[in-house]
């Protein structure tokens, strides 16, 4: 059994312990010992971070094999088409390559935190939000994705990765979960002739 930390990474926090300039850092959020990222989130996203004390269960959360999708609620600059919705699930080419389909649909505003700084707003041009989810994890995949289709992406939440969901955690909160990973030492059971 390992143990895992779910963490809502606040808005300009880097998801590394230490910086050589003066921005935030996990250490301000994450008081336990022999915890560390199991990916990665941009600093200036918000939410979701896993954070594991077992090499084993860091290295199968990584590993492509296993990739886990992750979901994201983004706002974007727009009133976001069914065009461009159509576009996110089908996959778009970007510089590194085509990406595979997302799920991708408008909703509601949600309820969220405040962010601060907020996001900026004008007057004349709308924003719309949408949910979307991805089985890749290019860098700053959704903001390109967004872009893209011609919807720049204006606030990023990563609210699942895989099983694990934010869940009503509010930025800076962590909690913790077990884990049971497959014995991977078992032997296979034979195949037939």
Do not use: C
Request: hydrophobic fraction near 35%.
């Amino acid at each position: 059994m390992a143990e895992l930390l779910l963490l809502n990474k606040p808005f300009n926090v880097l998801s590394q312990f230490k910086d050589d300039g003066e921005r935030d850092t996990l250490a301000a959020y994450v008081k336990e010992a022999g915890f560390y990222p199991a990916g990665r989130l941009d600093y200036d996203s918000e939410g979701l971070m896993i954070l594991v004390s077992d090499g084993k269960l860091q290295a199968r959360i990584a590993d492509p094999k296993y990739k886990l999708t992750k979901t994201y609620v983004v706002q974007v600059e727009g009133e976001i088409s069914d065009t461009a919705l159509l576009q996110l699930q089908k996959g778009i080419t970007l510089k590194d390559g085509p990406t595979k389909p997302a799920r991708a649909r408008q909703i509601s505003l949600p309820r969220l935190w405040s962010r601060t700084p907020p996001v900026r707003e004008r007057k004349s041009i709308p924003t719309s939000w949408l949910e979307l989810t991805i089985s890749e994890g290019r860098n700053r995949q959704v903001r390109r994705m967004t872009a893209h289709v011609g919807f720049p992406t204006l606030r990023l939440i990563r609210t699942a990765i895989g099983p694990w969901e934010l869940n009503g955690l509010m930025p800076g909160e962590s909690r913790k979960e077990q884990v049971h990973l497959p014995d991977t030492t078992t032997t296979k059971k034979y195949r037939r002739r």
